[in-house]
C-alpha cells in the first residue's frame, strides 16, 4: 500500500547541483517514522546518503556528502528532497528513497546499516555527473 516515487533525476556538469523527489502515497510523515535517500555506483555497494526521523531534529548525512547535500520534507508531510550541490563525478549513481513507517531513529552511526530494516523502496532515479 505504501509507495515511493523518486524523480529529478539527471546529466549535470561537475560543481552544478540537482533536486531530486520522493513522493509518497499510503504514507506521511506525522507519526513515527524514518526515510532517507540511498545510492548505488557501478560495481559498488549500496551506501547510505541521508536520512531524517520522527525522533531527529535534522538529518543525518554521510561523511562523503555533508555540507553539499540537503535533505527536506515539504509542509504537508508528502514528498521528501535531496538538494545536491557541488556535484562530483563520484557523486553519478542510482538514488534511492526508502522508509519505514514503524521506526523512529536514524542517527550517523546507524546511517550504514539502516537500509536492511526499511521496508518501502522506490526503484531510483539516475543521477551522472559530468567530468
Known amino acids: 500500500e505504501v509507495q515511493l516515487v523518486e524523480s529529478g533525476g539527471g546529466l549535470v556538469q561537475a560543481g552544478g547541483s540537482l533536486r531530486l523527489s520522493c513522493a509518497a502515497s499510503g504514507f506521511t510523515f506525522d507519526d513515527d517514522y524514518v526515510i532517507g535517500w540511498f545510492r548505488q555506483a557501478p560495481g559498488k555497494e549500496r551506501e547510505g546518503v541521508s536520512c531524517?526521523?520522527?525522533?531527529?531534529?535534522?538529518?543525518a548525512y554521510a561523511d562523503s556528502v555533508q555540507g553539499r547535500f540537503t535533505m527536506s520534507i515539504d509542509n504537508g508531510h508528502t514528498t521528501v528532497f535531496l538538494e545536491m550541490n557541488v556535484l562530483k563525478p563520484e557523486d553519478a549513481a542510482v538514488y534511492y528513497c526508502?522508509?519505514?513507517?514503524?521506526?523512529?531513529?536514524?542517527?550517523?552511526?546507524?546511517?550504514?546499516?539502516?537500509?536492511?530494516?526499511?521496508?518501502?523502496w522506490g526503484k531510483g532515479t539516475l543521477v551522472n555527473v559530468s567530468a
Open positions: 526508502a522508509a519505514d513507517p514503524l521506526l523512529a531513529a536514524c542517527s550517523p552511526a546507524s546511517l550504514p546499516f539502516i537500509d536492511v530494516a526499511l521496508d518501502y
Open positions: 531524517i526521523s520522527s525522533s531527529e531534529n535534522s538529518p
